[in-house]
């Protein structure tokens, strides 16, 4: 494996180097000036008589060499150890559920949307090296997961996936095939693949359009028709079934077509759920076949780390030159044995204790292979005991305690690996991972920021610009929701408008009016009696 520079970009301060070396110049200079203005040949050799310019150009020698070797240990020579480094093979997968009422419809028991569940859930087990999000969708279509290396984060939404999900009813297959293609990054032309479960009743006709333009951003679209052709009746929540608004009770049928033109249109596959494990294997097998990305993941990546070599070779030159005396007269260092021994010493146990915690995040990142996040998180908190601006292990800590689901644990470890990584990428990745746990918070407005803080630091990472652009067109759904409800709010509120008040004179003269029209009326009813006095009266 390649050996690499972790902070290159300290190779800049070896520009330094030539401006040391113009000084030096400049002092072979200024003493020659001065000897040519005392004039006396044989005063100048008196004079100098002490003084070794073979010895005063090693000295100079020996400062360059100790700083160009302080460059080299601040750059960082390291080699990644045996198997440590983590290559991963995959695609992104992005999920469309279909979540309306009709997947409630039980002609698959216990109903189409537990089954499509359990078969989404099996299919993240099997996902191995690939990311993997999740859109559920049904009057409209919302981004629930952004792609993922997280399994666990996608089937924790995976079961808080259910009907009322989504307020809205219907099925928008278009749109949710639009915010799954959104959520890929549009600078590649493969490694994509959607897997959309529904059973497509009133889906809408712009759905195969759509299909096809994801076609060709290199986008496979993989159905699987969940229902029955004959259909069923819709059970109510109360009992019973439900009915249209003509009183007649609702059948739901599969829509196979339309679900088999969306997968033909990409040359994806279509199937119609019989059986949770066939259908796991076929679709894992139709993943399986594409084309894989291949991703180095440096996150649990162990190094063997050389800087301080070269940062003791610098101190040894740089003692040197201190003890070098430019007297022809002093052939031997001046430096007293005991403090030699006491610099070696310093630089042995200051090692000794650079690889203890280094020992422990190693065994930290064995642990975190096999699975046992709780294993991990202890061996790191004892790496951070031996060194606690360890960056590596606080940004492994993050990753450790977010397999836990200590999210509030994990984004204080982010933050203190912030503080102390150098390194753009890595710094980009850590704040990366923890807009990640803030967006599954459901804490926008954080991983917004968190997001912005990785696209600054390294504007090359993809994730992170997608995640950002998804994240910033939910906040606005959501404010636009707030401000709906805050109107609604305030009109519900707002007192109604009381009723304009009579005067005295205007209750006075309708008072009357009232009276006469009283009066007009009985007057009228007492001649209707007098005429009709002879008429029986109705019996029913």
Not at 264 to 275: A, D, I, K, P
Not at 298 to 324: K, R, V
Request: proline share 3%; aromatic share 8%; charged share 25%.
């Amino acid at each position: 494996m390649t050996s690499t520079f972790q902070y290159p970009v300290f190779f800049w301060l070896l520009f330094l180097l030539p401006i040391l070396i113009v000084l030096f110049f400049l002092a072979l200079y200024h003493k020659q000036k001065t000897l040519r203005k005392i004039g006396d040949p044989e005063l100048v050799s008196q004079l100098t008589a002490g003084y070794s310019s073979k010895k005063y150009l090693l000295k100079c020698l020996l400062a360059f060499a100790a700083w160009g070797l302080i460059v080299v240990a601040l750059a960082n020579w390291r080699k990644p150890v045996g198997e440590e480094k983590i290559t991963r093979n995959g695609i992104d997968l992005m999920i469309a559920l279909d979540v309306s009422k009709s997947m409630l419809a039980e002609d698959i028991s216990p109903n189409r949307l537990e089954r499509a569940k359990q078969l989404i859930g099996k299919i993240i087990d099997k996902a191995g090296s690939n990311r993997v999000g999740l859109v559920t969708f049904a009057g409209k279509a919302y981004l629930q997961m952004p792609l993922s290396g997280d399994m666990a984060a996608a089937k924790m939404y995976l079961s808080a996936s259910n009907t009322n999900t989504v307020p809205t009813q219907g099925t928008v297959i278009a749109d949710a095939l639009r915010m799954c293609n959104a959520a890929f990054n549009p600078n590649e032309k493969k490694y994509k693949a959607v897997l959309l479960i529904s059973d497509g009743e009133d889906h809408d006709e712009s759905a195969t359009a759509v299909a096809e333009q994801m076609a060709a951003n290199g986008v496979v679209i993989h159905c699987i028709g969940i229902g029955s052709p004959q259909g069923v009746n819709l059970p109510e929540e109360g009992g019973g079934y439900q009915k249209d608004t003509d009183g007649n009770t609702i059948v739901s049928k599969l829509n196979a077509a339309a679900l088999s033109e969306i997968a033909r249109s990409t040359n994806g596959q279509y199937l119609t759920f019989q059986q949770t494990d066939e259908a796991v294997k076929l679709i894992t097998g139709a993943i399986s076949t594409m084309d894989q990305r291949s991703v180095n993941d440096e996150g649990m990546m162990n190094f063997t780390q050389y800087f301080l070599w070269f940062l003791g070779a610098a101190l040894l030159f740089l003692l040197l030159e201190f003890f070098i005396s430019e007297n022809k007269k002093h052939n031997k260092l001046q430096m007293p044995l005991q403090f030699i021994l006491l610099i070696g010493l310093l630089l042995c146990t200051n090692a000794t204790k650079a690889q203890e915690d280094k020992k422990l995040i190693q065994k930290g990142n064995d642990q975190y292979r096999k699975g046992n996040y709780s294993e991990a998180l202890t061996e790191y908190k004892d790496a951070l005991k031996k060194n606690a601006a360890n960056a590596i292990a606080q940004y492994n800590s993050g990753n450790a305690a977010y397999k836990l689901n200590r999210s509030d644990e994990a984004i204080s470890a982010y933050d203190e690996a912030l503080k102390n990584l150098k390194n753009p990428k890595d710094l980009a990745n850590a704040a990366y991972n923890k807009a990640v746990v803030l967006q599954n918070k459901k804490d926008l407005k954080g991983c917004i920021e968190a997001y912005k803080l990785a696209l600054k630091t390294d504007p090359s990472h993809e994730d992170a610009r997608q995640n950002l652009q998804q994240a910033l067109i939910q906040q606005k759904k959501e404010q636009k929701q707030e401000e709906q409800q805050k109107e609604s709010d305030k009109q519900k509120k707002e007192p109604k408008k009381p009723e304009p008040r009579l005067s005295k004179q205007d209750a006075e003269n309708k008072l009357k009016a009232l009276m006469q029209r009283e009066k007009e009326l009985q007057e009228k009813l007492h001649k209707m009696g007098r005429n009709n006095i002879d008429k029986p009266e109705k019996d029913w």
